[in-house]
Structure formats: structure tokens, C-alpha cells
């Protein structure tokens, strides 16, 4: 086999397989939004209902979605509005509020503060944001990298 031939089989593959991963979100996303009408309707009928929520990989279902790289690109917008460094909390509470998630869900806005981190660990590690660390603590103030770098949030 020729090396195009060989490149051309895995560029196809990799489209075939990146299709099946979007569909693959878009049928995870519908499920979430089934369950959550479904934990919805049975709160109609007993407010106690709620806790019976099924538990997905992480323990929450969140009515929360994000498309494909939107979290990034909201990583990047709060960073950019803000002008300074700021702290995973404060940039989850700037996209809680942007997503319209209510103060007083406290169970998702838990959720978004997980991923939130993850994204920011993500991106610290393509360059696109710096994490300061203060001495002796374990926070963590995020800033976008340098302008070259912060590119690659909206190219995401």
C-alpha cells in the first residue's frame, strides 16, 4: 500500500469515527433531557420525587449541556470580560449566570464548577490559559496566555 492510500484510510476513519461521536452527544444530550422531564413530571405528583434522579457516571444529571467546545469558548469569554485573573469559582458562577442556572440549583452549579476546572486544567495544558498558584495554597487565580495563545480557545 502507498503512504497516501495509508493516510487517506485513517483520515476517513477518523471522520467516520468523529461523526459517531457527535451523534453519540447529541443522543446523550436527549437522554439527559428525558430524564430530567421525567424527574420534572414526577415532582408534579411528589416534590420528594426529585431525589430519585438517576445517577450517571459522575452521580449528577444536569439539564446543564454545552455544544462541542462551547465551554472552552465560555472559558474564554469570562477571562477576556474580566480583564484579571480569576479563580475556577468565579468563572463557573460567570457561566451559571450566563446559562440562566439558578442560584439555588446548587447541585448543578456544583457540577459546572467540576467541569469547569477540568476544562481550565485542559487548557492550561495546550497553552491557551495560566494557572498562578499562590505559595503554601492550593488556589489557583486562571488568565488567558498571551494573545498568540489564546487564539487556540477559538479555534476550539
Do not use: C, Y
Amino acid at each position: 500500500m502507498e503512504p497516501d492510500e495509508v493516510l487517506k484510510g485513517l483520515r476517513e476513519k477518523r471522520l467516520e469515527l468523529t461523526q459517531q461521536l457527535e451523534e453519540i452527544d447529541r443522543e446523550r444530550q436527549q437522554i439527559l433531557q428525558d430524564v430530567a422531564s421525567l424527574d420534572h413530571a414526577a415532582a408534579v405528583f411528589d416534590p420528594s420525587a426529585r431525589d430519585t434522579k438517576g445517577r450517571l457516571r459522575d452521580g449528577h444529571v444536569s439539564t446543564l449541556s454545552f455544544q462541542r467546545h462551547e465551554l472552552s469558548q465560555l472559558l474564554g469569554d469570562a477571562l477576556r470580560k474580566s480583564g484579571e485573573s480569576l479563580a475556577a469559582a468565579e468563572i463557573a458562577a460567570a457561566i451559571a449566570d450566563q446559562k440562566a442556572v439558578p442560584s439555588a440549583d446548587r447541585e448543578t452549579r456544583r457540577w459546572l464548577a467540576s467541569r469547569v476546572s477540568v476544562a481550565l486544567n485542559a487548557l492550561e495544558r495546550s497553552g491557551a490559559v495560566v494557572g498562578d498558584r499562590t505559595s503554601g495554597d492550593h488556589r489557583v487565580r486562571w488568565r488567558l496566555a498571551r494573545a498568540r495563545l489564546s487564539s487556540r480557545i477559538d479555534a476550539a
